[in-house]
Every structure is written in C-alpha cells, then in structure tokens.
C-alpha cells in the first residue's frame, strides 16, 4: 500500500516545487515584454527629466548667488532632493548590485534600509571630496573633476566583480544558515544566558560573513559618485557658495535614499515570500541547498555586471587621462 501512494506522493511534491518556479518563470517574462514596450521609453524620459533637474540646479545655484533668501534655499534643497529621487529612478548599475544581492543572498528590512542610506550617503560624501581635492587642492576645473569620474567607475565596476567572486566561493563552501539557526537581525526582547546571547555582545562568524559582504555591496555601489553631485558641487563652488553645494548634495542624497530603499525593501519582501513559499513543500535540507544554488546564482549575475560594465567602460573612446591639464586657480571653501 506503502509503495502504491510514493509515486503519487512524489508527483505532488513535484507540483509544490513546480508552481513557485512557473510563477517567477511568468512573472519574469512579463516584466521582460513590460520593460521592452514601456521600459526603454520610461527610461529615457527619466534621463530628460534629470537633464532639466540638472539645468535647473545651476539656475537655482545662481539664483542663491544673487539673492540668498530662504525661498532660494528651499528651492535648491528641494530640486536637489527631487534629482536624487529621480536619478535613482532611472538606470544604474548600484541598484542591480543591490537588489541582486539582498534578492540571492537575503537579509532583514532594517539592513536593506541601512544599506541603501550608507551607499547613498557614501556617493555624495565622494563627489564633496572629489570636488575639494581636485578643483580646491589640485586646481582643477569642475569638467574636468566630473571627467575623473570614469576612473571611479571603473574602480566601482571591479568592486562589483569582486563582490561576485566573493558571493560565488561562499555559495560554494557552503558558508549559509544552518537549518534551524536563529536569525538575530531582527527586534526582540526575550531573554538570553549571557553566556550565549550574540544579539549586540559580539558578532557571530556568519554575521560577520555577512556583514562584510553588506559593507563590500556598501563600497562597490558608493565609490562611484552621481556626476550631478560633482557638478553641483563645482558650480556652488565657483560662485563661492561651497557649503550651499554640500549641502545641496546631502539632501540629493536623501533623495536618492528614498527611492533605493523602497527597491531594497522589494526585493527583501521578495526574497521572504519566496522562502514561505519554498519551506512549505521542501526539506530544511533541500532549503538550505536551493537557497546556496540561488546564492551562486546571485553571484554570478553580478559578477557578469561588474565584467560587462568594466569592459564596456574600458573601450570607451572619451576616458580622458586621469592627470590633464594645468593647474587653475579655484577659492578654497575653508577661506584665505
């Protein structure tokens, strides 16, 4: 009797593994037909709109410049807020990286949120030291610091391959949640034996594992800084209004936050639905290894990116040299 039911059990254990991989394999394929009818246009009307943005930043810079009322500040703060919104909307390598990441590799809703704001932060912190190393230390013109902004990416696009590498070698040593750990990047307030409590003592080896591939994703995506940043920085520069372009940046950089974090929190609450899904119809040991194969999955994808990207980047005919030109005079933003 035993005999007469396993393949009829068998089949629909089939079936449960079957229907989640031809939903994504049907959600995929929609969004594939969405994106090639409506994407490519959206897209391109996202990059008019930050070519206007960009314009209208140089206006509102000018307009401080001759009158520094509170409406000139609010209406430079608030355009550098709605370009940070809507440069992140549109295309970019940071946001691929990002949400393949915490997609493959998972991760709770509060460390999407840190993620996104430390990488959004780390962008504008490098266009500021851009601009005041090059045109204020160095003497170089605002062109030419944003065209020093492709030697960035290409150190961001090898960031990127490394991250791939290093997720790939993790799937494949088997560095993943045992079946049955605790997670404890989550809020609770039960108790624990001091002995054995890893809450916010001291990190264990796999939450160290896993924040240092955080801080790699942090790092790969940050280094390469918005080039609206540099030049917003440089103009409020060049009329003498550094401290007005810093915080101009800052505040494109909440901006850029908003519209990252609601793609992180997606893919987490992706990832999270696709693991309920997947814990109803198989082992914990099955579990663990599917979630190690969409690991290296994961891997790869951005290790493909990272090479694509650098040497579509390295063919370009228009990387300028990364020392050109002499030295101009540039007031320094600390005064004297």
């Known amino acids: 009797m035993r005999?007469?039911?396993?393949?009829?059990?068998?089949?629909?254990?089939?079936?449960?593994?079957?229907?989640?991989?031809?939903?994504?394999?049907?959600?995929?394929?929609?969004l594939a037909v969405a994106w090639s009818t409506f994407g490519q246009e959206a897209s391109l009307r996202l990059v008019a709109?930050?070519?206007?943005?960009?314009?209208?930043?140089?206006?509102?810079?000018?307009?401080?410049?001759?009158a520094p009322t509170s409406a000139a500040w609010l209406g430079l703060l608030g355009l550098s807020f709605g370009y940070g919104v809507f440069h992140a909307a549109g295309p970019g390598h940071g946001k691929a990286v990002l949400g393949t990441?915490?997609?493959?590799?998972?991760?709770?809703?509060r460390r999407a949120l840190l993620l996104s704001c430390l990488a959004s932060l780390l962008q504008a912190?490098?266009?500021?030291?851009?601009?005041?190393?090059?045109?204020?230390?160095?003497?170089?013109?605002?062109?030419?610091?944003?065209?020093?902004?492709?030697?960035?990416?290409q150190a961001s696009y090898l960031l990127v391959v490394a991250l791939g590498i290093w997720l790939c070698w993790r799937a494949l040593a088997g560095h993943r949640r045992t079946p049955g750990s605790?997670?404890?990047d989550h809020d609770h307030d039960h108790d624990h034996d001091p002995h054995e409590c890893?809450?916010?003592?001291?990190?264990?080896?796999?939450?160290?594992?896993?924040?240092?591939?955080?801080?790699?994703?942090?790092a790969s995506i940050g280094i390469r800084p918005c080039s609206g940043s540099v030049l917003l920085v440089g103009a409020a520069s060049l009329l003498g209004h550094y401290w007005s372009g810093v915080l101009a940046v800052l505040a494109m950089a909440a901006g850029t936050a908003l519209t990252v974090s609601a793609l992180a929190l997606a893919s987490v609450m992706a990832r999270g639905?696709?693991?309920?899904?997947?814990?109803?119809?198989?082992?914990?040991?099955?579990?663990?290894?599917?979630?190690?194969?969409?690991?290296?999955?994961?891997?790869?994808?951005?290790?493909?990116?990272g090479l694509s990207l650098f040497v579509a980047g390295a063919r370009s005919p228009d990387a300028p040299p990364l020392l050109e030109g002499a030295p101009t005079t540039s007031p320094s933003p600390f005064g004297g």
């Open 3 to 30: 005999s007469s039911m396993n393949p009829a059990h068998k089949m629909q254990r089939r079936l449960r593994w079957l229907a989640p991989l031809l939903i994504g394999g049907i959600t995929l394929g929609l």
């Open 49 to 66: 709109w930050q070519r206007d943005l960009h314009r209208a930043l140089t206006e509102a810079i000018a307009a401080l410049d001759a």
């Open 101 to 109: 990441y915490l997609l493959s590799q998972g991760g709770a809703l």
């Open 125 to 153: 912190l490098v266009a500021i030291g851009l601009v005041t190393v090059l045109v204020h230390g160095l003497g170089w013109l605002t062109r030419q610091a944003m065209g020093s902004v492709i030697w960035l990416e």
């Open 182 to 184: 605790h997670d404890h």
């Open 198 to 218: 890893d809450c916010a003592h001291h990190l264990t080896p796999q939450q160290a594992t896993d924040w240092r591939g955080a801080l790699a994703v942090v």
């Open 273 to 305: 639905w696709a693991e309920r899904r997947l814990q109803r119809s198989a082992s914990s040991m099955n579990l663990a290894r599917c979630l190690r194969v969409v690991g290296f999955a994961g891997g790869a994808l951005i290790l493909m990116l």
